[in-house]
């Protein structure tokens, strides 16, 4: 069993940043998928940004270029650094981890989930 647990969520004003962070249970944290996605109000969840066991990553569209996924082994933590952020980011975002190094966009490819933290962006 696989304990998520996110943290660094907010209220900011358009054009800020934010950095959400989640740790992890377990002892082999460095060979764990990552992710993290968002849920708006009435939307469903969506994909935002993974890592693989490697560190290679990959971003959903709405994110490139203003989203950064990167972990840190030796803390079981993940991070998603947000930077120009605008209103529609607005949602509560999940941390998602897969026992196997690989994961895709698909929200199966992860076995856990944190309990989520909100991210409101003010226009």
């Known amino acids: 069993q696989v304990q998520l647990v996110e943290s660094g969520g907010g209220l900011v004003q358009a054009g800020g940043s934010l950095r959400l962070s989640c740790v992890a249970s377990g002892r082999t944290f460095s060979s764990y998928g990552l992710g993290w996605f968002r849920q708006a109000q009435g939307e469903e969840r969506e994909f935002v940004a993974g890592?693989?066991?490697?560190?290679?990553?990959f971003y959903a569209d709405s994110g490139k270029g203003r989203f950064t996924i990167s972990r840190h082994n030796a803390n079981n933590t993940v991070y998603l650094q947000m930077n120009s952020l605008k209103p529609e980011d607005t949602a509560v975002y999940y941390c998602?981890?897969?026992?196997?190094?690989?994961?895709?966009?698909?929200?199966?490819?992860?076995?856990?989930w944190g309990q989520g933290t909100q991210v409101t962006v003010s226009s």
């Open positions: 890592i693989m066991w490697s560190g290679s990553t």
């Open positions: 998602a981890a897969a026992l196997k190094g690989i994961v895709t966009t698909s929200q199966a490819s992860y076995r856990y």
